[in-house]
């Protein structure tokens, strides 16, 4: 077994990682804000993968073992809170919604280091106030313990654009599509249709940072056109594909 990187205090700064780069797993006894200021990022654990682009901020709460991957070149804002500053009373990961004034809060507080002053402080107070009151955002990609669930979900990570109902898929997996659509409710916590567009929704975001163009983007993620995904994509995030990239 892989040993987990154990690295106590969770760092506060700015690191840029080259598109498709890792950060292997490791866990903090601190909790942690991780925002992608430029690229998109993918944070794992074992409980399935969440993705933040710009203008969304990732949770990681302390002890929670997780990795992150860099989809287009990344600017990583990366921000420790000690572990009683919890001012999402959370315990599990989660996506944020960044708003301006988190976003330049964040950004304040990974570009130089905290130097315990008053302006510090009065600053980091802010940034968890606006953190306490910051939406939670279903940007998550639920992984299956199942292996019929797996293999379906498996089939689909290959081919997003995959069309096939679950009927149709779940001769694959050898078993029927009333019993995988339990497992999807009971394991992942929504329906075959809602993952299958979470899944499609995180692959846009990773072919937008490679610079594909929209309508290729939608082809390959499995819409029936660009209009189509421009809008699912819209009620996701709040803007556009084209003003994402």
Same mark, same amino acid.
């Given at each position: 077994?892989?040993?987990?990187? &154990?690295?106590? *205090?969770?760092?506060?700064?700015?690191?840029?990682?080259?598109?498709?780069?890792?950060?292997?797993?490791?866990?903090?006894?601190?909790? @942690?804000?991780?925002?992608?200021?430029?690229?998109?990022?993918?944070?794992?654990?074992?409980?399935? $993968?969440?993705?933040?682009?710009?203008?969304?901020?990732?949770?990681?709460?302390?002890?929670?073992?997780?990795?992150?991957?860099?989809?287009?070149?990344?600017?990583?804002?990366?921000?420790?809170?000690?572990?009683?500053?919890?001012?999402?009373?959370?315990?599990?990961?989660?996506?944020?919604?960044?708003?301006?004034?988190?976003? +330049?809060?964040?950004?304040?507080? $990974?570009?130089?280091?905290?130097?315990?002053?008053? +302006?510090?402080?009065?600053?980091?107070?802010?940034?968890?106030? @606006?953190?306490?009151?910051?939406?939670? @955002? #279903? *940007? @998550?990609? #639920?992984? #299956?313990?199942?292996?019929?669930?797996?293999?379906?979900?498996?089939?689909?990570?290959?081919?997003?654009?995959?069309?096939?109902?679950?009927?149709?898929?779940?001769?694959?997996?050898?078993?029927?599509?009333?019993?995988?659509?339990?497992?999807?409710?009971?394991?992942?916590?929504?329906?075959? #249709?809602?993952?299958?567009?979470?899944?499609?929704?995180?692959?846009?975001? *990773?072919?937008?940072? +490679?610079?594909?163009?929209?309508? $290729?983007?939608?082809?390959?993620?499995?819409?029936?056109?660009?209009?189509?995904?421009?809008?699912?994509?819209?009620?996701?995030?709040?803007?556009?594909?084209?003003? &994402?990239?």
């Amino acid at each position: 077994m892989t040993e987990i990187r &154990h690295q106590p *205090v969770a760092p506060t700064r700015t690191q840029w990682l080259a598109a498709g780069s890792d950060i292997d797993p490791h866990r903090h006894e601190d909790h @942690q804000i991780v925002y992608a200021a430029r690229g998109v990022l993918a944070v794992t654990t074992g409980a399935g $993968t969440w993705i933040a682009p710009a203008n969304r901020a990732i949770w990681i709460p302390a002890g929670t073992v997780h990795a992150h991957r860099a989809h287009g070149t990344l600017e990583l804002r990366l921000l420790g809170l000690p572990p009683a500053e919890n001012p999402l009373g959370l315990d599990a990961p989660a996506v944020l919604t960044v708003n301006p004034l988190l976003r +330049e809060l964040i950004r304040a507080c $990974t570009d130089t280091p905290d130097d315990g002053g008053p +302006e510090r402080r009065r600053l980091r107070a802010v940034l968890l106030d @606006q953190l306490a009151a910051s939406p939670q @955002q #279903p *940007v @998550q990609l #639920p992984a #299956p313990t199942d292996t019929r669930l797996a293999r379906i979900c498996d089939i689909l990570r290959a081919d997003p654009a995959d069309r096939r109902t679950l009927d149709a898929l779940s001769r694959e997996a050898g078993a029927s599509a009333r019993t995988l659509s339990r497992l999807f409710a009971s394991e992942l916590g929504m329906t075959f #249709p809602q993952w299958r567009t979470q899944l499609r929704l995180y692959e846009a975001l *990773v072919l937008l940072a +490679e610079d594909t163009p929209v309508t $290729t983007v939608a082809h390959r993620c499995g819409w029936a056109s660009a209009s189509a995904f421009i809008d699912v994509f819209r009620r996701a995030y709040g803007h556009t594909p084209g003003r &994402h990239r």
